[in-house]
């Protein structure tokens, strides 16, 4: 998590918030120093501290209105496009009509295929990206490296889960077999790990306390499972996920212990 450091806190926080481009109220602050001003400028010592959005704020807007807009918009004409004028992707040809609903290709091909695909969509969005793929136990990371990354990451990282979906979208039609992939840029899927364990936790808290099942709010599948795994050892909770994607939820309820 970056610290800020400025004259007076309040310079501080305004110097985060415009890192951050959010406003006062969507983010968390922790004051690290308060600084002091010294006499005469002796011994003056800067304010410090940590900015980070909250966690309502940082979920809640996660998916809403991407995928309609980016997808329907902007990545599903250069899908189809790629689709259709990729050679290797037999069964999508006008050839072989009877393979259409077939998944055919290969890992290594169905994976070279995502990241031509990745590759084509960061174009269209007018962020060129090289696309570095690294295995992850059985999950293929596919990371855009590009000069632009506030453009694929969006606003509270709405335009990346858009690729995140996509992404899983296509491997599904292409590939043989089923294949788990993550997009990410730069390193907010790191970052986000750290709020999603944060958001765990607060969950299964609020769950216990009331005595009433948490819904949260949609996100992708990757990080539901990471919410499903941090929260598998609590004992006095159970997780599972609800709806359609890439709408689909998490609930966290209570476990009614018996006497």
Same mark, same amino acid.
């Given at each position: 998590?970056? @610290? &800020?450091?400025?004259?007076? @806190? ?11 481009? %959010? ?20 011994? +003056? ?16 807007? /996660? ?50 295929? %995502? /990241?031509?695909? %990745?590759?084509? @969509? ?12 690294? +295995? ?16 694929? @990451? ?10 995140? &979906? ?25 970052? +986000? ?38 929260? !598998? ?7 599972? !996920? ?18």
């Amino acid at each position: 998590m970056p @610290i &800020y450091e400025a004259a007076t @806190i309040d310079e501080a926080i305004q110097l985060g918030l415009n890192d951050l481009g %959010l406003d006062k109220e969507k983010v968390e602050i922790e004051i690290l120093d308060e600084g002091k001003k010294g006499f005469l400028g002796i011994g +003056r010592k800067n304010a410090r501290l940590k900015i980070e959005p909250s966690i309502s704020e940082t979920v809640s807007e /996660a998916i809403e209105e991407t995928i309609e807009e980016t997808v329907e918009e902007v990545l599903e004409e250069p899908l189809e496009k790629t689709i259709e004028e990729t050679e290797t992707i037999e069964v999508f040809t006008e050839d072989q009509p009877e393979e259409v609903e077939t998944s055919e290709l290969g890992d290594e091909a169905a994976l070279t295929e %995502l /990241a031509v695909y %990745l590759t084509d @969509i960061t174009k269209q969005l007018d962020a060129p990206a090289l696309v570095k793929m690294t +295995r992850e136990a059985n999950t293929f990371v596919f990371q855009l490296d590009t000069q632009k990354q506030g453009i694929l @990451i969006g606003k509270h990282g709405k335009t990346l889960n858009a690729l995140q &979906y996509l992404a899983q979208v296509f491997i599904h039609r292409i590939a043989k077999n089923k294949l788990s992939v993550v997009v990410n840029v730069g390193n907010y899927r790191e970052k +986000r790990q750290e709020i999603i364990q944060r958001l765990a936790d607060r969950t299964a808290e609020k769950a216990i306390k009331s005595g009433q099942p948490v819904f949260l709010e949609p996100m992708p599948a990757f990080e539901r499972k990471q919410i499903h795994a941090a929260l !598998s050892k609590n004992e006095y909770v159970k997780t599972h !996920s609800e709806g359609d994607e890439p709408y689909r939820y998490l609930v966290v309820e209570p476990v009614k212990k018996r006497l």
